[in-house]
């Protein structure tokens, strides 16, 4: 709008020239103005000291004020409902938030940090980082491969294949690829106090037996007779059947036991396939020790018990199994891949073969010191 050049003390003291008998022809010719100019003063002004045409600009002005407030507060508003459908949680999206509104709704930089809530040095600023192309490329490979694994076992395969890079970087990069595992449901805990379960100092003083059951695609079931050391964490067979009996148990220890000898102790719960009398008689002939947990009390066998959980999680769950042949030769190759390659947290991050094998090595060092 164009200022006007005569103040409002003017504007008034024509009009009250125009009172004092001179008529609005005159003055109009005399101030260089036009009739409608003149007609408007004095509709506005007419009648009016200084002090109340000072009053009432000052009135208009903050109306206006006011006025432009209102239309940028509704402004706000309407901008604001149309981001509800984005999450403004990180710095990355709320930088897209503020291009967004300088774009489409037109607000300046400045007005569209505040309403967003960052700061404009954080919005001009841009990274240096790398992108880590092949690192994360790398990183999406091993997580389809082990669809289980969370960030710090994949942290551990990449350090195996010479990869060095900071967990925390690894982390975010997981976080950014969307790799994240979908966490269990939580379990309820035992109160009261518990014994932690003894550790066996060497390979095959302590045996864990147990069974686990799957379904073929057709609907048949099978078990899985599963065989731990629970010192190496080593899994010893995963024996796969449609039934499996106490003399079929029997049979699968001894053949374990001519690669690696008999145990000291054998764990296992109280099924009926463990209790049988050809269980009993091989314990005898065998003069190994065997103990059987506590009824309802899965985690006094809690090595194989865990076990379990990976091999369903890992294996059963992934995997449709088209016949039994099928079934064991898969079971059969997650178990050597699970011994061979599988990082053990409780081992320091070693596989249960590599455990095994340094064990070995230890106890032959400390044979030849002695």
């Known amino acids: 709008m164009k200022r006007s050049r005569f103040s409002d ?43 109340e045409a000072k009053r009432l600009k000052a009135l208009e002005e903050e109306n206006a004020k006011l006025k432009k407030l209102l239309a940028e507060s509704m402004m706000d508003v309407s901008t604001l409902r149309e981001m509800l459908g984005k999450k403004l949680l990180t710095p990355g999206s709320r930088r897209n938030a503020v291009s967004w509104a300088i774009e489409h709704q037109g607000y300046s930089q400045r007005r569209a940090c505040g309403l967003v809530g960052i700061d404009p040095r954080v919005y001009r600023y841009r990274s240096t980082r ?55 449901g939580g379990r309820k805990r035992a109160l009261g106090t518990r014994a932690p ?11 864990s037996l147990d069974f686990v059951s799957g379904t073929l695609v057709d609907g048949r079931r099978f078990r899985i007779l599963c065989v731990i050391d629970d010192f190496s964490r080593e899994c010893l067979a995963t024996v796969v ?33 463990l209790t049988a009398n050809a269980m009993l008689s091989w314990q005898q002939d065998r003069d190994v020790e065997w103990h059987y947990i506590a009824p309802g009390k899965p ?40 011994n061979l390659n599988r990082p053990h947290t409780s081992l320091n991050e070693l596989t249960p073969n590599e455990f095994a094998t340094r064990s070995e090595r230890d106890h032959n060092v400390n044979r030849a010191n002695l």
Not at 24 to 49: I, N, P, Q
């Open 241 to 273: 059947d449609n039934s499996i009996s106490g003399h079929r148990v029997a049979r699968e220890l001894d053949a374990i036991a001519e690669r690696r000898g008999y145990p000291l102790l054998v764990v296992s719960d109280n099924g009926t396939e």
């Open 130 to 184: 790398p992108d880590d192309a092949e690192l994360r490329k790398r990183l999406k490979e091993l997580a389809s491969q082990r669809r289980h694994f969370g960030y710090r076992r994949l942290h551990i395969l990449l350090k195996r294949e010479g990869v060095e890079v900071n967990w925390k970087k690894l982390y975010r990069l997981y976080r950014e690829e969307r790799l994240t595992v979908r966490k269990r």
């Open 197 to 207: 379960m003894t550790i066996p100092q060497d390979s095959n003083q302590r045996w």
């Open 9 to 51: 003390e003017q504007i008034i003291g024509i009009l009250k020239e125009h009172q004092a008998g001179i008529s609005a022809a005159d003055l109009c010719r005399k101030h260089g103005v036009s009739d409608a100019t003149f007609y408007k003063w004095r509709s506005k002004y007419g009648g009016m000291e200084v002090s």
């Open 299 to 338: 985690m006094q066998n809690g090595f194989v018990e865990s076990f379990n959980g990976r091999l369903r999680d890992e294996c059963l769950n992934e995997h449709l199994f088209t016949s039994y042949r099928n079934a064991r030769d898969i079971i059969e190759e997650w178990r050597i891949d699970y």
